[in-house]
């Protein structure tokens, strides 16, 4: 069998679109030997200094919450509870709901912190700046790979990093696997910068 690679994967909880590429990896690493490493990105940091419009300015001052109390259970359970939690929060958050949920987000982070068996009182750190050092640390290290004028998800994978695939639907089975292997074959090329196309749909989660 081919040795397995780890694929390290950067994400906000709030974006629904690195949600999307999230699922389509839990696939790939059914059918190519590949692990996932998650980490943590804030799309709250990376619009710093940024001139966004109010509505989203809102939205960014409410989802920075989500990633301090993530970042805080990291500290506490270490690394390995990140990609469980981010599956609780994002079923909650994302399919059929969006950013809605950001309108109860404590009770929304602490229904995730139980589903994913971890200390509920952490969704009291969503207020506290106490992680914001780890996070920054954490988002410039996927970040600084790609450079700050793409967003989330960062995949980096042998050397070589790249914003996306930005995807809907997800996906699944050896469909997953004939992306993966094509993403890295194109990140991989010396040189390659940009493939792109305007996107005609939203997110479809099922």
């Known amino acids: ?38 980490h943590l990105m804030s799309l709250t940091m990376l619009n710093e200094g940024r001139d966004v419009s109010e509505s989203y300015q809102a939205l960014l001052s409410k989802a920075i919450g989500p990633v301090r109390v993530v970042a805080a259970a990291q500290r506490k359970y270490g690394d390995e509870v990140i990609g469980e939690l981010y599956t609780q929060l994002g079923t909650r958050l994302h399919p059929g709901k969006g950013s809605k949920r950001l309108d109860r987000v404590a009770q929304t982070v602490t229904e ?15 207020d506290s700046t106490e992680y914001d050092e780890d ?19 960062v995949i980096s994978v ?23 292997d094509g993403v890295v074959l194109v990140a991989s090329t010396d040189g390659f910068f940009e493939l792109k196309r305007t996107r005609t749909r939203d997110p479809i989660f099922d």
Not at 20 to 36: A, F, G, I, Y
Not at 112 to 126: I, Y
Not at 160 to 178: D, H, L, Q, T, Y
């Open 135 to 153: 996070i920054r640390r954490s988002h410039h290290a996927g970040m600084d790979q790609v450079g700050m004028d793409v967003g989330t998800p």
């Open 112 to 126: 995730a912190l139980e589903a994913a068996g971890l200390d509920p009182a952490l969704v009291n750190e969503m």
């Open 158 to 180: 042998e050397g070589n990093a790249f914003f996306g695939p930005v995807i809907s639907p997800a996906p699944k089975g050896e469909a997953a696997g004939r992306l993966w």
């Open 1 to 38: 069998m081919s040795e397995r690679k780890i694929a390290d994967f950067w994400f906000d909880p709030f974006c629904p679109w690195a949600w999307m590429t999230s699922r389509w990896m839990l696939e790939v690493q059914k059918v190519r030997p590949v692990d996932v490493r998650w």
